[in-house]
Protein backbone atom coordinates (compact mmCIF):
# COMPACT_ATOMS: atom_id res chain seq x y z
CA UNK A 1 0.00 0.00 0.00
CA UNK A 2 1.09 3.97 -0.54
CA UNK A 3 -0.71 5.95 1.13
CA UNK A 4 -2.40 9.36 -0.25
CA UNK A 5 -1.07 12.45 0.80
CA UNK A 6 -2.95 14.69 3.33
CA UNK A 7 -1.64 18.51 1.65
CA UNK A 8 -1.59 20.87 4.15
CA UNK A 9 -1.17 23.63 1.79
CA UNK A 10 -3.51 22.97 -0.83
CA UNK A 11 -6.14 22.68 2.56
CA UNK A 12 -4.42 25.61 3.92
CA UNK A 13 -5.13 27.42 0.73
CA UNK A 14 -9.10 26.09 0.25
CA UNK A 15 -9.05 27.11 3.50
CA UNK A 16 -7.74 30.85 3.68
CA UNK A 17 -9.85 31.81 0.75
CA UNK A 18 -12.74 30.96 2.94
CA UNK A 19 -11.28 33.42 5.42
CA UNK A 20 -10.29 35.89 3.07
CA UNK A 21 -14.19 36.16 1.78
CA UNK A 22 -15.67 36.16 5.43
CA UNK A 23 -13.01 38.99 6.33
CA UNK A 24 -14.26 41.09 3.05
CA UNK A 25 -18.03 40.58 4.39
CA UNK A 26 -16.96 41.39 7.76
CA UNK A 27 -15.39 44.39 6.97
CA UNK A 28 -18.07 45.46 4.74
CA UNK A 29 -20.01 45.77 7.98
CA UNK A 30 -17.46 48.19 9.54
CA UNK A 31 -15.27 45.72 11.37
CA UNK A 32 -11.49 44.61 10.56
CA UNK A 33 -10.35 41.50 11.73
CA UNK A 34 -7.05 42.35 13.55
CA UNK A 35 -4.22 40.22 15.31
CA UNK A 36 -1.72 41.29 17.66
CA UNK A 37 1.61 39.35 17.86
CA UNK A 38 4.12 39.84 21.04
CA UNK A 39 7.63 38.44 20.93
CA UNK A 40 10.02 39.02 23.76
CA UNK A 41 14.02 38.47 22.65
CA UNK A 42 15.31 37.34 19.52
CA UNK A 43 14.75 33.28 19.25
CA UNK A 44 15.56 33.01 15.89
CA UNK A 45 12.67 30.11 15.25
CA UNK A 46 10.22 32.73 17.13
CA UNK A 47 10.94 35.41 14.34
CA UNK A 48 9.57 33.04 11.69
CA UNK A 49 6.79 32.24 13.25
CA UNK A 50 5.92 35.72 14.02
CA UNK A 51 6.72 36.34 10.70
CA UNK A 52 4.50 33.78 9.01
CA UNK A 53 1.46 35.07 10.90
CA UNK A 54 1.91 38.29 10.18
CA UNK A 55 1.65 37.78 6.50
CA UNK A 56 -0.98 35.37 6.90
CA UNK A 57 -3.18 38.67 8.24
CA UNK A 58 -1.73 40.53 5.20
CA UNK A 59 -2.71 38.24 3.03
CA UNK A 60 -6.15 37.19 4.71
CA UNK A 61 -7.37 41.12 4.61
CA UNK A 62 -7.01 40.98 8.73
CA UNK A 63 -5.06 43.62 10.63
CA UNK A 64 -2.06 43.07 12.39
CA UNK A 65 0.19 44.61 15.02
CA UNK A 66 3.31 43.01 15.46
CA UNK A 67 5.47 43.75 18.70
CA UNK A 68 8.96 43.03 19.41
CA UNK A 69 10.12 43.71 22.22
CA UNK A 70 13.83 42.95 23.93
CA UNK A 71 14.66 39.86 26.14
CA UNK A 72 14.97 41.97 29.22
CA UNK A 73 11.44 43.28 28.73
CA UNK A 74 10.35 42.56 32.67
CA UNK A 75 6.97 40.85 33.67
CA UNK A 76 5.19 43.76 34.73
CA UNK A 77 5.58 45.57 31.40
CA UNK A 78 5.15 42.48 29.16
CA UNK A 79 1.62 42.43 31.76
CA UNK A 80 0.96 46.10 31.05
CA UNK A 81 0.86 45.28 27.37
CA UNK A 82 -1.46 42.50 27.19
CA UNK A 83 -3.56 44.90 29.50
CA UNK A 84 -3.57 47.56 27.03
CA UNK A 85 -4.26 44.76 23.76
CA UNK A 86 -6.76 43.69 25.65
CA UNK A 87 -8.83 46.79 25.58
CA UNK A 88 -7.95 47.81 22.54
CA UNK A 89 -11.26 47.61 20.35
CA UNK A 90 -8.63 46.62 16.70
CA UNK A 91 -7.49 43.81 18.10
CA UNK A 92 -9.68 40.36 18.62
CA UNK A 93 -6.75 38.24 18.61
CA UNK A 94 -3.66 38.30 21.58
CA UNK A 95 -1.05 35.73 20.51
CA UNK A 96 2.48 36.02 22.62
CA UNK A 97 5.05 33.67 21.32
CA UNK A 98 6.65 31.10 22.98
CA UNK A 99 8.71 30.51 24.81
CA UNK A 100 9.22 33.65 26.64
CA UNK A 101 12.71 34.54 28.54
CA UNK A 102 13.07 32.39 31.49
CA UNK A 103 12.02 35.35 33.76
CA UNK A 104 9.09 35.86 32.97
CA UNK A 105 6.10 33.37 33.89
CA UNK A 106 4.39 32.12 30.73
CA UNK A 107 1.45 30.81 32.04
CA UNK A 108 0.94 34.24 34.26
CA UNK A 109 1.48 35.80 30.74
CA UNK A 110 -1.40 33.77 29.10
CA UNK A 111 -3.80 33.81 31.98
CA UNK A 112 -3.64 37.36 31.13
CA UNK A 113 -4.88 37.24 27.92
CA UNK A 114 -8.65 38.05 27.90
CA UNK A 115 -10.23 34.41 26.89
CA UNK A 116 -12.38 36.50 24.30
CA UNK A 117 -8.79 37.28 22.35
CA UNK A 118 -7.24 33.77 23.22
CA UNK A 119 -6.80 32.68 20.07
CA UNK A 120 -4.15 30.82 20.80
CA UNK A 121 -6.33 28.62 23.02
CA UNK A 122 -3.88 28.33 25.66
CA UNK A 123 -5.84 30.13 28.06
CA UNK A 124 -7.17 27.95 31.36
CA UNK A 125 -10.93 29.16 30.24
CA UNK A 126 -10.00 27.94 26.74
CA UNK A 127 -8.75 23.98 28.28
CA UNK A 128 -11.77 24.05 30.07
CA UNK A 129 -14.18 24.74 27.15
CA UNK A 130 -12.20 22.23 25.28
CA UNK A 131 -12.99 20.04 28.22
CA UNK A 132 -16.40 19.89 28.50
CA UNK A 133 -17.53 21.00 25.21
CA UNK A 134 -18.22 24.27 25.39
CA UNK A 135 -17.69 27.09 22.97
CA UNK A 136 -14.00 28.46 23.13
CA UNK A 137 -11.18 28.87 20.92
CA UNK A 138 -9.36 25.48 20.09
CA UNK A 139 -5.65 25.60 19.90
CA UNK A 140 -4.40 25.71 16.62
CA UNK A 141 -2.34 22.88 16.04
CA UNK A 142 -4.37 19.80 17.57
CA UNK A 143 -7.69 21.80 15.44
CA UNK A 144 -5.53 21.80 11.71
CA UNK A 145 -5.30 18.23 12.54
CA UNK A 146 -8.73 17.57 12.76
CA UNK A 147 -9.69 19.91 9.91
CA UNK A 148 -7.34 17.48 8.20
CA UNK A 149 -9.10 14.64 9.09
CA UNK A 150 -12.43 15.93 7.75
CA UNK A 151 -10.97 17.15 4.52
CA UNK A 152 -10.47 13.18 3.83
CA UNK A 153 -14.11 12.55 5.21
CA UNK A 154 -12.49 10.71 7.91
CA UNK A 155 -15.34 9.18 10.25
CA UNK A 156 -13.85 8.89 13.39
CA UNK A 157 -17.26 7.23 15.48
CA UNK A 158 -15.74 3.76 16.76
CA UNK A 159 -12.32 4.56 15.83
CA UNK A 160 -9.18 3.96 17.86
CA UNK A 161 -6.86 7.04 18.06
CA UNK A 162 -3.49 6.56 19.59
CA UNK A 163 -1.73 10.16 20.13
CA UNK A 164 1.86 10.21 20.95
CA UNK A 165 2.42 13.01 23.51
CA UNK A 166 0.71 15.33 26.00
CA UNK A 167 1.75 18.66 25.92
CA UNK A 168 -1.06 21.26 26.77
CA UNK A 169 -0.67 22.69 23.24
CA UNK A 170 -1.09 19.62 21.14
CA UNK A 171 -1.05 16.09 23.05
CA UNK A 172 -3.64 16.23 25.41
CA UNK A 173 -5.98 18.94 23.15
CA UNK A 174 -5.96 16.91 20.58
CA UNK A 175 -6.94 13.52 22.00
CA UNK A 176 -9.66 16.08 23.71
CA UNK A 177 -10.71 16.66 19.85
CA UNK A 178 -10.70 13.19 18.74
CA UNK A 179 -12.75 11.87 22.00
CA UNK A 180 -15.45 14.71 21.01
CA UNK A 181 -15.97 12.76 17.71
CA UNK A 182 -16.49 9.59 19.37
CA UNK A 183 -13.03 8.07 18.60
CA UNK A 184 -11.82 5.27 21.52
CA UNK A 185 -8.54 7.26 22.52
CA UNK A 186 -5.30 6.21 23.67
CA UNK A 187 -2.49 8.33 25.10
CA UNK A 188 1.32 7.74 25.09
CA UNK A 189 4.66 9.14 26.58
CA UNK A 190 7.90 9.23 27.52
CA UNK A 191 6.33 6.67 30.45
CA UNK A 192 4.75 4.26 27.67
CA UNK A 193 6.66 1.02 27.98
CA UNK A 194 5.68 -0.51 24.82
CA UNK A 195 4.58 2.13 22.64
CA UNK A 196 4.77 -0.01 19.20
CA UNK A 197 2.21 -2.14 20.87
CA UNK A 198 0.05 0.90 21.22
CA UNK A 199 0.19 2.60 17.99
CA UNK A 200 -0.56 -1.04 15.41
CA UNK A 201 -3.68 -1.05 16.90
CA UNK A 202 -4.27 2.32 15.86
CA UNK A 203 -7.19 3.19 13.17
CA UNK A 204 -5.48 7.08 13.32
CA UNK A 205 -2.33 7.72 15.36
CA UNK A 206 -1.03 11.13 15.98
CA UNK A 207 2.94 11.91 16.65
CA UNK A 208 3.67 14.78 18.80
CA UNK A 209 6.78 14.40 20.82
CA UNK A 210 9.64 15.79 18.81
CA UNK A 211 12.25 13.23 17.94
CA UNK A 212 12.81 11.35 14.32
CA UNK A 213 11.32 8.14 13.54
CA UNK A 214 9.32 7.65 17.00
CA UNK A 215 6.56 6.10 14.41
CA UNK A 216 8.39 3.77 12.02
CA UNK A 217 6.47 0.94 9.45
CA UNK A 218 6.68 -2.12 11.99
CA UNK A 219 4.28 0.58 14.20
CA UNK A 220 1.72 1.10 12.14
CA UNK A 221 -1.44 -1.05 11.22
CA UNK A 222 -2.13 -1.36 7.35
CA UNK A 223 -4.17 1.09 6.00
CA UNK A 224 -4.21 3.95 9.63
CA UNK A 225 -4.22 7.24 8.92
CA UNK A 226 -0.96 8.75 10.14
CA UNK A 227 -0.77 12.64 11.30
CA UNK A 228 2.93 13.94 11.72
CA UNK A 229 3.17 17.36 14.46
CA UNK A 230 7.06 17.24 14.81
CA UNK A 231 9.09 19.89 14.04
CA UNK A 232 12.88 18.07 13.89
CA UNK A 233 15.91 18.20 11.64
CA UNK A 234 17.03 15.79 10.37
CA UNK A 235 21.50 14.99 9.48
CA UNK A 236 21.51 17.33 6.46
CA UNK A 237 19.92 20.03 8.40
CA UNK A 238 16.41 19.85 6.77
CA UNK A 239 13.17 19.92 8.35
CA UNK A 240 11.12 16.52 9.19
CA UNK A 241 8.31 15.34 11.47
CA UNK A 242 8.34 12.16 14.07
CA UNK A 243 7.26 9.59 11.50
CA UNK A 244 10.03 8.05 9.25
CA UNK A 245 7.72 9.29 6.32
CA UNK A 246 9.03 6.56 3.41
CA UNK A 247 8.84 3.69 5.50
CA UNK A 248 5.18 4.53 7.10
CA UNK A 249 3.70 5.60 3.46
CA UNK A 250 4.12 2.16 2.50
CA UNK A 251 1.88 0.81 5.20
CA UNK A 252 -0.49 3.47 6.32
CA UNK A 253 -3.74 4.74 4.12
CA UNK A 254 -3.62 8.15 4.68
CA UNK A 255 -0.38 10.32 5.77
CA UNK A 256 0.58 13.69 5.96
CA UNK A 257 4.09 15.24 5.17
CA UNK A 258 6.34 17.26 7.05
CA UNK A 259 6.73 19.89 5.90
CA UNK A 260 3.54 21.02 4.03
CA UNK A 261 1.69 19.49 6.04
CA UNK A 262 0.52 20.59 10.29
CA UNK A 263 2.45 23.47 9.87
CA UNK A 264 0.56 25.48 7.43
CA UNK A 265 -2.22 23.99 9.04
CA UNK A 266 -1.32 25.84 12.12
CA UNK A 267 -1.22 29.27 10.84
CA UNK A 268 -4.48 28.67 9.40
CA UNK A 269 -5.97 27.83 12.09
CA UNK A 270 -5.06 31.00 14.17
CA UNK A 271 -6.34 32.92 11.09
CA UNK A 272 -10.00 30.97 11.29
CA UNK A 273 -9.78 31.79 15.39
CA UNK A 274 -9.05 35.35 14.91
CA UNK A 275 -11.85 35.83 12.02
CA UNK A 276 -14.36 33.75 14.22
CA UNK A 277 -13.51 36.04 17.33
CA UNK A 278 -14.38 39.39 15.18
CA UNK A 279 -17.39 37.62 13.99
CA UNK A 280 -18.70 36.89 17.11
CA UNK A 281 -19.02 40.60 17.40
CA UNK A 282 -22.02 40.55 14.77
CA UNK A 283 -23.15 37.20 15.80
P1 LIG B 1 6.59 18.72 24.17
O1 LIG B 1 5.89 19.67 25.06
O2 LIG B 1 8.06 18.54 24.28
O3 LIG B 1 5.90 17.29 24.38
C1 LIG B 1 6.44 16.14 23.80
C2 LIG B 1 5.66 14.94 24.28
O4 LIG B 1 6.26 13.77 23.72
C3 LIG B 1 5.68 14.74 25.80
O5 LIG B 1 4.38 14.47 26.26
C4 LIG B 1 6.61 13.55 26.00
O6 LIG B 1 6.26 12.73 27.09
C5 LIG B 1 6.39 12.78 24.73
N1 LIG B 1 7.52 11.91 24.41
C6 LIG B 1 8.83 12.19 24.44
N2 LIG B 1 9.56 11.12 24.07
C7 LIG B 1 8.68 10.12 23.81
C8 LIG B 1 8.80 8.79 23.38
N3 LIG B 1 10.01 8.25 23.14
N4 LIG B 1 7.69 8.05 23.22
C9 LIG B 1 6.47 8.58 23.46
N5 LIG B 1 6.29 9.86 23.86
C10 LIG B 1 7.37 10.62 24.02
O7 LIG B 1 6.32 19.04 22.65
P2 LIG B 1 5.06 19.74 21.91
O8 LIG B 1 5.06 21.18 22.18
O9 LIG B 1 3.82 18.95 22.16
O10 LIG B 1 5.50 19.51 20.41
C11 LIG B 1 5.70 18.23 19.87
C12 LIG B 1 6.31 18.35 18.49
O11 LIG B 1 5.40 19.03 17.65
C13 LIG B 1 7.60 19.18 18.43
O12 LIG B 1 8.43 18.67 17.40
C14 LIG B 1 7.12 20.55 18.03
O13 LIG B 1 8.11 21.31 17.36
C15 LIG B 1 6.01 20.18 17.09
N6 LIG B 1 4.98 21.21 16.92
C16 LIG B 1 4.64 21.49 15.65
C17 LIG B 1 3.67 22.43 15.42
C18 LIG B 1 3.29 22.71 14.01
O14 LIG B 1 2.65 23.70 13.75
N7 LIG B 1 3.63 21.83 13.06
C19 LIG B 1 3.06 23.10 16.48
C20 LIG B 1 3.42 22.76 17.79
C21 LIG B 1 4.38 21.79 17.99
P3 LIG B 1 6.32 13.23 28.64
O15 LIG B 1 5.10 14.09 28.82
O16 LIG B 1 6.26 11.98 29.40
O17 LIG B 1 7.60 13.99 28.77
Redesign the pocket.
Known amino acids: MTAQLIDGNALSRQLRADVTARVTALKARGITPGLAVILVGENAASQVYVRNKVKACEDTGMHSVLERWPATMTEAELLARVDALNADATIHGILVQLPLPAHIDAQKVIEAISPAKDVDGFHIASAGALMTGMPGFWP??PY?CMKMLESIGYGLKGKHAVV????????KPMALMLLQQNATVTI?????PD?KAMTLQADVIVA????RN?LTADMVKPGAVVID????RNDEGKLC??VDFEGVRQVAGWITP?PG???P???TMLMVNTLESAERLVA
Open positions: CTGIGRSNIVGCHSGTLAVGKVVGMNGDVGVGMTI
